[in-house]
């Protein structure tokens, strides 16, 4: 109990003002590495300023002086247990070059089950289509691709006009829009315990299967690869990572072969879905770049060896990234006590 309150504040006032000098220190300068001497001092001005705080919580007479204790507790609290300096180390380049491909392959099982069940639903639809060619306005949804092959390759190979000339912004962004909506719904279908995932999955196979199978079975397998693979090969896997976070999320609601309770299991995933996730938009974006200023032209405005050519470098890079990018580096361990 504070007897003397202007007494008491005098005598803590020398205490406070050093600690906040250091707190000053180390938000100006977020590298500073401080002796061990000097954190010694640090902590023991925090302990002092904490239980001032508590002995002044008392007197609803002194709010600015609580109210300035409480800021600098919380200020030092931040310091000693590093939340600042975490949220400096998420740096864009080092997150998408390290963090990124470490959490694809921290989690690759998921991934190859996620190919598995799309290529379980490109053998559906394209066997579908094959037995049965008037089977394609169910299998497809969208109306460009229940014309006949040879009719619209050579409605594009004929075209006199640009048809997205002055939209290719507006079209890009709207393929960015609606294939990071699908994504993000196909991860939170996790929480359907994966029965949601899996059948997003195996439906967009059957799409691509059944598109694949129209197409080669018409003789326009050379205009198929050239008008998806600039797009596809970066399109595709990121539905495939989305699906692998969505699996992911299943078995942590699952939680089959581990004791610990629900809320731990996600929270230990929540970092890898975000992970994840933001991969896939990044992906995507520059998926729905590509699908609208070159995908979308084909010969004679831009030759199909060329665009088949720029999809196989662009899947040799991708592969490479998501297997080796980050590989030497040491991946980051989170803080317990965060």
């Known amino acids: 109990m504070i007897i003397d309150l202007q007494k008491f504040i005098a005598n803590g006032r020398p205490f406070w003002n050093e600690l906040e000098a250091m707190l000053s220190r180390l938000e100006a300068e977020p590298d500073l590495r401080m002796p061990l001497r000097q954190v010694q001092l640090f902590h023991q001005l925090y302990e002092r300023t904490a239980a001032d705080l508590a002995k002044i919580t008392t007197f609803s007479s002194e709010p600015e002086t609580r109210r300035y204790l409480e800021n600098l507790v919380a200020r030092a609290y931040g310091e000693i247990h590093e939340t600042r300096d975490q949220q400096r180390r998420i740096f864009p380049l080092r997150w998408f070059f390290q963090t990124l491909p470490q959490t694809f392959r921290k ?17 559906f639809g394209g066997l579908a289509i094959a037995f049965d060619p008037d089977a394609k306005p169910v299998l497809m949804p969208f109306s460009h691709l229940l014309q006949d092959p040879a009719r619209r390759v050579a409605e594009e190979e004929n075209a006199t006009t640009d048809r997205l000339a002055g939209h ?23 929480m359907t315990w994966g029965v949601g995932t899996i059948i997003m999955l195996f439906y967009n196979g059957v799409i691509l299967g059944a598109v694949c199978v129209d197409y080669v079975h018409a003789g326009q397998t050379k205009f198929l690869m050239g008008w998806l693979m600039p797009h596809g090969v970066i399109e595709i896997p990121a539905i495939l990572i989305a699906g692998q976070a969505g699996l992911l999320l299943a078995l942590a609601l699952i939680g089959r072969g581990t004791r610990a309770p629900l809320a731990a299991r996600l929270r230990e995933i929540s970092g890898d879905l975000a992970t994840l996730i933001g991969g896939v938009g990044v992906m995507l974006v520059w998926a729905g770049f590509i699908e609208a200023f070159l995908s979308q032209y084909h010969e ?11 999809g196989f470098v662009e899947l040799i890079l991708l592969g490479l990234f998501l297997a080796r990018s980050g590989a ?7 803080d317990p006590d965060a």
């Open 107 to 123: 989690h690759i099982r998921a991934f190859y089950l996620s190919v598995a069940i799309t290529l379980a639903g490109c053998a």
């Open 300 to 310: 004679p405005v831009i030759p199909y060896g060329v665009k088949i050519a720029f």
């Open 328 to 334: 030497n580096q040491k991946p980051e361990t989170k």
């Open 168 to 190: 290719k912004t507006e079209f890009s962004a709207e393929l960015m829009t609606h294939n990071t909506k699908i994504s993000i719904f196909t991860l939170a279908l996790g």
